[in-house]
């Protein structure tokens, strides 16, 4: 069996050699007809499209070639016409690192790749997620006999390299984070990826594949593979696999399958799950002014996400704590669950960490709020979010500023990213508004806890190992407490790996949510002393 | 402002130590030869097998001790001199204290088995031993454990998660059936068969073969069969680790001779956890309690005695708990191996043989006794107050749900338990839906 798996393995890897291999294959050729329609809808300078119709049209190069001639020849043209007496300021490129490549030099780069994987989309498909995801799945599936009879099979997790910070970990690390700085900023280098997936979207909604389009792929596909992971992994536990297959179910359908449908009627593409402010778009003008315009089903979506934010969720944390949100519904966390879950054990559980947790939480919380109420603010006074506000800065900067930092390097790069070295929840921790707004009422008002079975704990600290979140189980466990902290994402993985049966996630009345019977836990205390110290 | 000095720094110590700097502004110092910092026993063999490091065993950051003011200091303790209230340490270092506590824990049985002391023989208790079986598993193609206890199959199971061949010797003729019900005994029995660890019942050590380098290389059993190994697990048990207590003049017998206030023959000393023993049991407990949770109350009592409010050790219902290999196993109240006169019991065992609860109660009175589960969690503090108020055996199987402690969605087994105790009973009782009036608010 572990030559099975060895060979799943092998099969997987050969998947994502060819995946990330074909970054760096292939050439591009700028045709007149790609470079007419491209430069007509992006660039005003004459002086661009004289030096770029002499040096890239008709001309063969890689990708990354073209990319910074582009880039050369649009700074070239910035410097031509800035030492002009009277500035054209319409013929400026306006250049910044991490929006120009997207925006500016990705289409002419997606337009103007040639090459095998062109012409071969199909097959570069199975050659890339074909293999990656059968492989996958035969070395997940091989486990069900390597770990023996069900049960906590964590064996060996602080010896390996990939999940104790090893060489395989600062791998998985580089290579995570490489790709989603290349996802996010740079998707210009992603093109043959991104035509892996491309008759996937073409049959899907009948539009060409975009780097998003790979992403949301990709996530499911990632998610599904290790969901098979999780139901051999605790087959033994009921709560496992029904949380796993429902947080599997609404990342598939409502962030992936539904929005690209909704596309295909030319609808909005909307995510039915994603609340604000972890959905920190959904105020933006040009949002609302696309819901605004898309009939009743945009009126109704717009009003979904404000009754999402405002009443079912509170109520939702009230009834089940925020649990039914983090572990059973996000997409943020189902990855987490997911890909992240053989990582877990490598969040930080000191007092440090736990402040340091606090402030950056609520910090992005504030931040959103503030951007958010910002972002209305103009909406309604009708100023335009690129005019300045107050210090030179406009809406447009805030906004801007809270997708750079908060929505792309910290939920994305940072966020999963540092999965292999920071454990599998340090967006859900550190960084998601919507975490830190439910945390707030989990914590104060919800019948939400993990029970301390009386005395029974060892503090063996199993609980606090695996928590993902960080929280140190056992400090409550060992002393008869039961759990009631914000940050607890009801994952369920500190009651499973309890040897003891100490811990239990449930929903009960709210009096004595936090109260310890210190009977069980110690000495048969004297009574009356108890209700003279009023316990 | 007294000085306490507590020898031993397990979890009976450090509670002692913890609930004195709640309850007073003494000076507390914790001696300890075995690690600077407390860390939690049990789970020394998650180290091994890799599901913990050693610092997450660990429930106190490095810098609580020096925020509450808790002295660590480490070394071993050689005399203790009563009379001039002090103690002295190996390195030559005296430490005067106002009150002491020992609480020096346990060590490994050896019953003088020839060869007990070669290479590659070990028992597995502290933090040493742990890592002198991490050197003597390294190419190790079989090990032996000898002794069929908690720890013995602990041990199994450490060496197992890293696939190294056992040979699991026991004395007994079924797994810990000193202890558990004989159902019972024999689910772990084939929980441990299921695993391919090679179980030996009734089967005793005889001699431990060395090697031409004084390193163990087979063990000899009493039925005559030689068993290659490296390692040679010696898991028989505890005893009170009290060596260095005898030349003084406190009083011993296996253990430390304390009363009910865990108090010795001397004033100001006193002892608590695998060490103590009571001169007189307490309800139907042994003398000598080798138990997580009695170290940690007998901590908490001694602590309220010496911070002046006089407290006798009152540990209230038995209860343990344990894990053998895959299997959950809880008790509380008494559970004996052999039924008592007075008692009866309901056994009932799921399909699977993987899961099943044992009820001890009074054949007359039907007062419910005690409760032995596998592979069902139950709820502590129900059981306790069923406990505290004499409740009848029909009573606890009708509100079985209350006490369910299994997470969410789990199957639940009420339904086929009590129709299993009305076939048996000719009694029609019906399983009461699951209130959390009454689990919660006692109702």
């Known amino acids: 069996m572990k030559t099975v798996k060895n060979i799943g393995l092998l099969i997987s890897l050969l998947g994502f050699i060819f995946f990330t291999g074909s970054v760096f294959t292939g050439t591009n050729k700028v045709t007149q007809e790609t470079f007419n329609a491209w430069s007509t809808s992006q660039v005003?300078?004459?002086?661009?499209?004289?030096?770029?119709?002499?040096?890239?049209?008709?001309?063969?190069?890689?990708?990354?070639?073209?990319?910074?001639?582009?880039?050369?020849?649009?700074?070239?043209?910035?410097?031509?016409?800035?030492?002009?007496?009277?500035?054209?300021?319409?013929?400026?490129?306006?250049?910044?690192?991490?929006?120009?490549?997207?925006?500016?030099?990705?289409?002419?780069?997606?337009?103007?790749?040639?090459?095998?994987?062109?012409?071969?989309?199909?097959?570069?498909?199975?050659?890339?997620?074909?293999?990656?995801?059968?492989?996958?799945?035969?070395?997940?599936?091989?486990?069900?006999?390597?770990?023996?009879?069900?049960?906590?099979?964590?064996?060996?997790?602080?010896?390996?390299?990939?999940?104790?910070?090893?060489?395989?970990?600062?791998?998985?690390?580089?290579?995570?984070?490489?790709?989603?700085?290349?996802?996010?900023?740079?998707?210009?280098?992603?093109?043959?990826?991104i035509l892996a997936v491309n008759p996937v979207s073409l049959g899907l909604s009948g539009n060409p594949a975009s780097q998003w389009f790979l992403y949301g792929f990709m996530y499911c596909s990632v998610m599904t593979v290790f969901a098979i992971r999780m139901f051999i992994k605790y087959r033994h536990n009921a709560y496992q696999l029904v949380r796993t297959a429902v947080v599997l179910f609404f990342q598939v359908a409502f962030a992936f399958l539904i929005p690209e449908i909704l596309v295909a009627f030319n609808k909005p593409w909307f995510d039915f799950k994603n609340a604000w402010p972890l959905n920190y778009t959904f105020f933006f003008d040009w949002n609302i002014n696309t819901l605004m315009n898309s009939g009743n089903l945009g009126l109704f979506m717009l009003i979904w996400g404000i009754v999402l934010t405002l009443i079912i969720v509170p109520v939702m944390v009230y009834f089940y704590g925020k649990r039914w949100y983090c572990s059973w519904v996000c997409g943020c966390g189902g990855l987490a669950e997911t890909l992240g879950d053989p990582y877990r054990q490598l969040s930080d559980k000191s007092l440090f960490s736990w402040k340091v947790e606090r402030w950056l939480i609520h910090g992005v919380l504030g931040f959103a709020i503030f951007m958010t109420a910002l972002t209305l603010y103009t909406y309604f006074a009708e100023i335009e979010t690129w005019r300045e506000l107050a210090f030179g800065i406009t809406a447009y900067d805030v906004q801007s500023s809270y997708g750079f930092f908060i929505g792309s390097i910290f939920s994305g790069v940072i966020g999963t990213g540092f999965y292999p070295i920071l454990g599998n929840r340090v967006w859900c921790r550190f960084g998601c508004p919507l975490a830190a707004y439910m945390g707030l009422v989990q914590k104060f008002k919800s019948r939400f806890r993990i029970t301390t079975n009386g005395g029974q704990c060892i503090s063996c600290g199993n609980c606090s190992t695996y928590c993902e979140q960080g929280i140190d189980v056992r400090s409550y466990a060992q002393k008869g407490q039961n759990i009631v902290r914000s940050s607890c994402v009801g994952c369920g993985i500190c009651s499973a790996v309890c040897p003891r049966g100490v811990l239990k996630l449930e929903n009960g009345p709210t009096e004595n949510r936090i109260d310890q019977n210190p009977t069980l836990l110690g000495n048969d205390v004297d009574l009356l002393e108890l209700i003279k110290n009023n316990k | 402002m007294k000085h306490i000095v507590i020898?031993?720094?397990?979890?009976?110590?450090?509670?002692?130590?913890?609930?004195?700097?709640?309850?007073?502004?003494?000076?507390?110092?914790?001696?300890?030869?075995?690690?600077?910092?407390?860390?939690?026993?049990?789970?020394?063999?998650?180290?091994?097998?890799?599901?913990?490091?050693?610092?997450?065993?660990?429930?106190?950051?490095?810098?609580?001790?020096?925020?509450?003011?808790?002295?660590?200091?480490?070394?071993?303790?050689?005399?203790?001199?009563?009379?001039?209230?002090?103690?002295?340490?190996?390195?030559?270092?005296?430490?005067?204290?106002?009150?002491?506590?020992?609480?020096?824990?346990?060590?490994?049985?050896?019953?003088?088995?020839?060869?007990?002391?070669?290479?590659?023989?070990?028992?597995?208790?502290?933090?040493?031993?742990?890592?002198?079986?991490?050197?003597?598993?390294?190419?190790?193609?079989?090990?032996?454990?000898?002794?069929?206890?908690?720890?013995?199959?602990?041990?199994?199971?450490?060496?197992?998660?890293?696939?190294?061949?056992?040979?699991?010797?026991?004395?007994?003729?079924?797994?810990?059936?000193?202890?558990?019900?004989?159902?019972?005994?024999?689910?772990?029995?084939?929980?441990?068969?299921?695993?391919?660890?090679?179980?030996?019942?009734?089967?005793?050590?005889?001699?431990?073969?060395?090697?031409?380098?004084?390193?163990?290389?087979?063990?000899?059993?009493?039925?005559?069969?030689?068993?290659?190994?490296?390692?040679?697990?010696?898991?028989?048990?505890?005893?009170?680790?009290?060596?260095?207590?005898?030349?003084?003049?406190?009083?011993?017998?296996?253990?430390?001779?304390?009363?009910?206030?865990?108090?010795?023959?001397?004033?100001?000393?006193?002892?608590?956890?695998?060490?103590?023993?009571?001169?007189?049991?307490?309800?139907?407990?042994?003398?000598?309690?080798?138990?997580?949770?009695?170290?940690?109350?007998?901590?908490?009592?001694?602590?309220?005695?010496?911070?002046?409010?006089?407290?006798?050790?009152?540990?209230?219902?038995?209860?343990?708990?344990?894990?053998?290999?895959?299997?959950?196993?809880?008790?509380?109240?008494?559970?004996?191996?052999?039924?008592?006169?007075?008692?009866?019991?309901?056994?009932?065992?799921?399909?699977?043989?993987?899961?099943?609860?044992?009820?001890?109660?009074?054949?007359?009175?039907?007062?419910?006794?005690?409760i032995n589960t596998f592979g069902i969690r139950l709820r502590h503090e129900r059981f306790d107050a069923w406990l505290n108020e004499k409740a009848s055996v029909e009573k606890v199987l009708v509100h079985l749900k209350d006490a369910n402690f299994d997470p969410e969605f789990f199957k639940s087994y009420e339904a086929a338990i009590i129709k299993k105790f009305n076939q048996e009973n000719n009694t029609s009782l019906k399983v009461k839906a699951k209130s959390w009036k009454r689990i919660f608010l006692n109702a």
């Open chain 1, 44 to 193: 005003k300078s004459e002086f661009f499209i004289e030096k770029a119709q002499r040096e890239i049209v008709g001309q063969e190069m890689s990708a990354f070639d073209l990319s910074n001639k582009i880039i050369a020849i649009a700074k070239a043209s910035n410097a031509h016409y800035m030492e002009m007496a009277e500035i054209p300021w319409d013929k400026i490129i306006w250049l910044k690192w991490n929006k120009s490549s997207k925006d500016f030099v990705y289409p002419l780069v997606r337009e103007s790749a040639t090459g095998w994987v062109v012409e071969n989309q199909l097959l570069f498909f199975w050659l890339t997620f074909g293999l990656a995801i059968f492989g996958g799945v035969i070395a997940f599936g091989s486990e069900y006999k390597i770990l023996g009879p069900a049960g906590i099979k964590n064996n060996g997790i602080f010896q390996h390299a990939a999940t104790n910070r090893g060489w395989m970990g600062m791998f998985a690390f580089a290579y995570f984070v490489g790709f989603y700085v290349l996802l996010y900023f740079f998707p210009n280098y992603l093109v043959n990826p």
């Open chain 2, 7 to 370: 020898i031993g720094n397990g979890v009976s110590g450090v509670t002692a130590a913890r609930h004195i700097r709640k309850l007073s502004d003494h000076r507390v110092t914790i001696i300890s030869a075995e690690t600077k910092y407390f860390f939690s026993r049990t789970a020394l063999m998650y180290v091994f097998m890799g599901h913990m490091k050693f610092e997450n065993t660990q429930p106190y950051e490095n810098w609580f001790w020096k925020k509450n003011r808790i002295d660590l200091v480490e070394g071993l303790v050689e005399f203790i001199d009563t009379e001039g209230c002090k103690v002295v340490l190996r390195n030559g270092t005296e430490i005067l204290f106002d009150d002491l506590i020992l609480a020096t824990g346990s060590r490994p049985n050896k019953f003088g088995w020839p060869g007990q002391d070669l290479k590659g023989v070990q028992g597995m208790y502290s933090k040493q031993d742990l890592e002198t079986l991490e050197e003597n598993a390294k190419d190790c193609k079989r090990a032996v454990i000898v002794g069929g206890g908690l720890i013995g199959i602990e041990m199994a199971e450490m060496l197992h998660s890293r696939n190294i061949p056992v040979t699991f010797l026991v004395r007994e003729t079924s797994f810990w059936n000193g202890v558990l019900p004989k159902e019972q005994s024999e689910m772990v029995n084939r929980e441990i068969l299921e695993n391919h660890i090679d179980l030996r019942l009734s089967t005793n050590l005889q001699e431990i073969i060395s090697d031409e380098n004084g390193r163990a290389k087979a063990v000899l059993t009493d039925k005559g069969e030689t068993i290659e190994c490296s390692v040679v697990g010696l898991t028989a048990g505890v005893s009170p680790n009290i060596e260095f207590v005898k030349s003084s003049a406190i009083e011993t017998n296996r253990g430390v001779l304390v009363n009910e206030f865990l108090e010795t023959n001397i004033k100001n000393i006193y002892a608590i956890g695998d060490c103590a023993e009571q001169h007189q049991a307490i309800d139907q407990r042994r003398p000598i309690e080798a138990v997580w949770y009695t170290g940690r109350m007998m901590g908490e009592t001694v602590a309220r005695t010496i911070c002046g409010n006089r407290k006798a050790y009152k540990p209230g219902h038995w209860f343990n708990s344990a894990k053998f290999i895959d299997i959950e196993y809880q008790t509380y109240g008494w559970v004996w191996a052999q039924p008592k006169e007075n008692e009866s019991r309901f056994y009932w065992e799921d399909a699977t043989g993987k899961k099943s609860i044992l009820l001890n109660y009074d054949t007359k009175t039907r007062e419910f006794i005690g």
